[in-house]
């Protein structure tokens, strides 16, 4: 299961990113390969190898790389200036199309990275309700600030509602500043919220956590809870917004939060991410609406870049056209299934967890609902299955598929190859030898 072959430029340039980078790489997946280009659904390193690209930049390239309209609005933006700081007509446009698009959405304020949206969601809840507190839950993600590092990925976790920091640098004070939460735990959940509510700013959560679905009732009963104190209820969309639908997770599944972050998908492939939600609490931004003393300063060099707003744009506009969710859905419905067919077949204790458009397989058997059910995963089989599936032309995160509207049906036919090969790769592996 070696990988596909690297030639000698792409060595080199490995080899200089080893001396010149930490770990060989810019953070986010392995220094073992250096893409070159991507179009459509595909993705080429150096070398020349092809893959099949389920990682889509992390999720940005919801209608596949260089798509045309993307392209051209653009190439029209580039010769009329790339960054001016001041208001330009594009991103006021594209806060327009997200105000009618998303439900929670009144106001929106421009940043670069889902992490500063999440970081000044959680500070203008706090700012608004005027309370320090956030309750968060074990295994969400919501960005790199000191705050979202707690109790993201812990390896020993400690007892609810106890924050757990993710790295070292962390002010210990920060941790008591957390309130955790399991998800898809409701009654833990409002009953946290109840005891701690005079203290609590903000509720944030990924409506669809990492791959877990909320069980039914689940958000609901975190809109009620936060309802009913007072509280901004924060959904983090970077990863939901305009993929699980036009309206994003709030709209697929029925709940309006207070607030909601965006990012990803608006900014069309280009640094670009967003605080969305009621006009009260984005009122904290203006400081002719709350004065100087309530005022929270925003500011940002690169917020509402109008090449990253024409992207957005003409990625909005593709997505509206009619089947194209239907499309990116019958794609992943096709990909989950024959896939759970496949491991179901082998008797492989593996199971496909999570949506259309974002999905993965979780190699547990039973109920996976939570951060802890997850860390039952066998993290060395997840490691062979997608080495063997980047081997066989499949690029994709550690632990997603995304799905695109770009992948059409030769793109599934080689991935669930791909993954048949894999499967019986795994079953030849693990079997115990005849006596
Ligand atoms: C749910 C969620 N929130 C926030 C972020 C952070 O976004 P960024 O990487 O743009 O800082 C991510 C990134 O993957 C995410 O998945």
Redesign the pocket.
Known sequence: MNDLPHGDEELALLELARRVLPAGSFGNLAGDIVIREGRGARVWDVSGNEYVDFLLG??PMFIGHCHPDVMAAVQAQIPRGTTFFANNEHGIRLAAEIVDAVPCAEKVRFV???????AYAMRVARAFRGRDKILKFEG?????SDY?LMSLAPKRPGNFPQAVPDSPGIPRSVRDEMIIAPFNDAAMAVSLINEHHDEIGGVIV?PF??LLPPKPGFLQALRDACTEHGIPLIF?????GFRFAYGGAQAFFGVTPDLC?L??IIGGGF?L?AIAGREDIMAQFDRGKVGDDRFLTQIGTLSGNPVAAVAGLATLEVLRRPGAYEKVFATGRELMAGISGMLAKAGLPAQVIGVPPLFDIVYASGDVENYRGMLRGDVEMQRRFNRRLRAAGIMKGESKFYVSLAHDAADVRHTLGAVGAAVEAEVAETRVPAQ
């Open positions: 992390s999720g670069s990275s889902g992490t500063e949206a999440d969400g993600y919501h960005g790199m979202s990924e956590q990492r983090d969309e970077v990863v939901t972050t990012g990803k640094p991410a």
